[in-house]
């Protein structure tokens, strides 16, 4: 069993940053590739970024690209979140997740084997 905790989260002004972490334990971080998903009131969860177990690949979704930065550190067994130029739209639970050995399907929730429970961010004018 992998754990994975969020944290970083919070109120934030349109324009402005915040950066989110995921702390995993359990099991060995670096055999995981890591996703971000995102889940806003009445829709559903979507990608967000997604990253190799080695760090040397990193995806993202259209709507974040140029904005937001996946990243992770294996001796830390965290991976990050930097979301900058923050708009409205990004407001929602945020997500992250382990994919074991890593999927062409990052972009899809079926291609993670586990999950945190989530973390705020909340966007405003």
């Known amino acids: 069993q992998l754990q994975l905790i969020e944290s970083g989260g919070g109120l934030v002004q349109a324009g402005g940053s915040l950066r989110l972490s995921c702390a995993a334990s359990?099991?060995?971080?670096?055999?995981?590739?890591m996703g971000w998903f995102r889940q806003a009131p009445g829709k559903e969860r979507e990608f967000v970024a997604a990253?190799?177990?080695?760090?040397?690949?990193?995806y993202y979704a259209e709507s974040v690209k140029g904005r937001f930065t996946i990243s992770r550190d294996n001796a830390k067994n965290t991976v990050y979140l930097q979301m900058n130029s923050l708009k409205l739209e990004d407001t929602a639970v945020y997500y992250c997740a382990a994919d074991w050995g890593g999927s062409e399907h990052y972009y899809t929730l079926s291609a993670y084997d586990y999950w945190g429970q989530g973390t705020q961010v909340t966007v405003s004018s």
């Open positions: 359990g099991r060995t971080f670096r055999n995981y590739a």
């Open positions: 990253i190799s177990w080695s760090g040397g690949a990193t």
